[in-house]
């Protein structure tokens, strides 16, 4: 069983940054393909970015070249880096954790990013 909870999100206006933290417990994070999502109100939930166990990372064409994804294994920690935020960012923002050996995922509860001026 592993748990992951995410922290970093706030309102912010067009064109700041903001970098968003999934820390994962019960279970070490290198077995895990990390992923994170985004729902915006009325909205489907959204694959955003994802980083393998070797550190191969894969992201939605909205946030290519704006966000990165990276991990801290010993930390059991992915961090999403997001610049350069639009209006369309707002969302809430998930975190999954991918086994990559059993292929069972698990969610967090999620962190809700607001860009507004």
């Known amino acids: 069983q592993v748990q992951l909870v995410e922290s970093g999100g706030g309102l912010v206006q067009p064109g700041e940054s903001l970098t968003l933290s999934c820390a994962a417990s019960?279970?070490?994070?290198?077995?895990?393909?990390m992923r994170w999502y985004h729902q915006a109100p009325g909205k489907q939930r959204e694959f955003v970015a994802s980083?393998?166990?070797?550190?191969?990372?894969d992201y939605a064409g909205s946030v290519k070249g704006r966000f990165t994804v990276s991990r801290d294994d010993a930390k059991n920690t992915v961090y999403l880096q997001m610049n350069s935020l639009k209006p369309e960012d707002t969302a809430v923002y998930f975190c999954?954790?991918?086994?990559?050996?059993?292929?069972?995922?698990?969610w967090g509860q999620g962190t809700q990013v607001t860009v507004s001026s």
């Open positions: 019960g279970s070490a994070l290198n077995i895990f393909t």
């Open positions: 999954n954790a991918l086994s990559i050996i059993s292929g069972k995922d698990y």
């Open positions: 980083i393998t166990s070797r550190g191969g990372t």
